[in-house]
């Protein structure tokens, strides 16, 4: 399957234009760093934390979907599909990576960290499943953010790929941390996502064993 010529205009354009949106990413990167930091301190101030919290969820909601859009090219590849979409995002993906992270970062401050470390808030011993769920995707997607870099690539040989191959996983638990915390429309999103995840993935294992 070929791209046709519009679509290719399209690629074409993102493509020349690469270093000018990677800029236009690093800007979102600033803007969600500014906002934890004024988070932080209103929450030291002990005023605004409805607004804090409303910030936070939002975020949440801004991880999933940057999440979702980073798998979409590995996705597209594997079932062998091409559209301008996932040629776009392939360009970007890595940037897409980081993004969901940030923005999956500040809600896990906004909602949870940032209220015990400035605002007294006492810390749960025994959380609900949703928020251990929460702990165990935010903290290794935090490796895969510091080894998001060609740096990484170079250093770690095929580690980096097994390393990020965690994202497989990451799918799963992000799921259920949506669907134990409040199912709803963004449930059935990241579900649908981790199971074309999970069935690309079974599909490209035995069409190469096959060959």
Do not use: C
């Not at 895969?144 to 980096?160: A, H, I, Q």
């Amino acid at each position: 399957m070929s791209l046709d010529s519009n679509t290719q205009s399209i690629f074409q354009f993102f493509a020349k234009h690469k270093k000018t949106m990677i800029l236009v990413f690093y800007g979102q990167y600033m803007y969600i760093v500014g906002m934890i930091g004024y988070s932080a301190y209103l929450i030291s101030l002990q005023t605004n934390r409805e607004v804090v919290y409303e910030w936070g969820t939002v975020s949440g909601v801004f991880a999933l979907v940057y999440f979702s859009l980073s798998m979409l090219p590995g996705i597209a590849r594997r079932f062998k599909l091409v559209s301008p979409i996932t040629q776009i995002l392939m360009l970007f993906r890595r940037q897409v990576g980081v993004t969901a992270f940030l923005f999956g970062l500040f809600h896990y401050l906004a909602l949870r960290m940032l209220p015990i470390v400035l605002a007294g808030v006492p810390l749960n011993l025994n959380p609900p499943v949703f928020e251990i769920l929460g702990f165990l995707t935010l903290y290794p997607m935090t490796l895969l953010f510091l080894t998001s870099n060609d740096l990484s690539v170079k250093k770690m040989g095929v580690w980096w790929r097994r390393v990020h191959s965690l994202a497989y996983i990451m799918a799963w638990t992000i799921f259920l941390h949506v669907a134990l915390n409040e199912a709803g429309l963004w449930t059935v999103v990241i579900g649908i996502f981790a199971l074309l995840e999970t069935s690309s993935l079974v599909y490209f294992f035995f069409k190469r064993k096959s060959k």
